[in-house]
């Protein structure tokens, strides 16, 4: 499993899915095979990276026309509509381009998801706005339970009983 973060922290929250992905690393660091790495702006060198997953995560600021620090999460297809309709993201066209490749020669991860922060500006600073800032944790604890989905359907505890026989009891 991959979790990518993406973003540039000079600039507040356009570093959200670095902030997040830092937060992951310290508050979720035993997760069995999963690889956190930091995607910085992007760039097409990510993409052997992303073929090498069966599974994706994105951590990244995000436009949903919403009250800054509001959360989302898309996964598979949800998430590809997501980079496909209007500029979303704020790395939208890379991110796009990335899983076009992918896409491409056949090795779009099978289970994707993004979680996004909407971001309040972009302005210089290297500590996200209050309002997202806040919300961090709560989005770490959102990408850590698409973690723990995709754990156990991988590794499902144990194996469904099968249907016990019926047993009589004569009084």
């Given amino acids: 499993m991959l979790v990518l973060?993406?973003?540039?922290?000079?600039?507040?929250?356009e570093g959200?899915?670095?902030?997040?992905?830092?937060?992951?690393?310290?508050?979720?660091?035993?997760?069995?095979?999963?690889?956190?790495?930091?995607?910085?702006?992007?760039?097409?060198?990510?993409?052997?990276?992303?073929?090498?997953?069966?599974?994706?995560?994105?951590?990244?600021?995000?436009?949903?026309?919403?009250?800054p620090g509001t959360l989302c999460c898309y996964e598979n297809e949800a998430m590809d509509h997501f980079l496909g309709t209007a500029k979303r993201s704020a790395h939208e066209v890379?991110?796009?381009?990335?899983?076009?490749?992918?896409?491409?020669?056949?090795?779009?991860?099978?289970?994707?998801?993004?979680i996004g922060i909407q971001y309040q500006t972009f302005g210089w600073g290297e500590q996200p706005t209050l309002?997202?800032?806040?919300?961090?944790?709560?989005?770490?604890?959102?990408?850590?339970?698409?973690l723990q989905k995709w754990e156990f359907e991988a590794h499902p505890p144990c194996r469904p009983l099968r249907q016990a026989p019926k047993l009589e009891i004569a009084l």
């Fill in 5 to 13: 973060g993406i973003g540039n922290i000079l600039l507040q929250d």
């Fill in 131 to 146: 309002r997202v800032k806040h919300n961090i944790p709560l989005a770490g604890r959102l990408a850590a339970n698409v």
């Fill in 16 to 67: 959200i899915g670095i902030h997040l992905l830092n937060f992951m690393e310290r508050c979720f660091p035993t997760f069995p095979d999963v690889t956190y790495l930091d995607g910085g702006t992007l760039s097409f060198t990510l993409a052997s990276d992303i073929e090498e997953h069966d599974h994706l995560l994105v951590l990244d600021a995000v436009e949903l026309n919403a009250a």
């Fill in 94 to 114: 890379g991110l796009l381009d990335l899983m076009d490749i992918a896409r491409l020669t056949d090795h779009l991860p099978k289970h994707r998801a993004l």
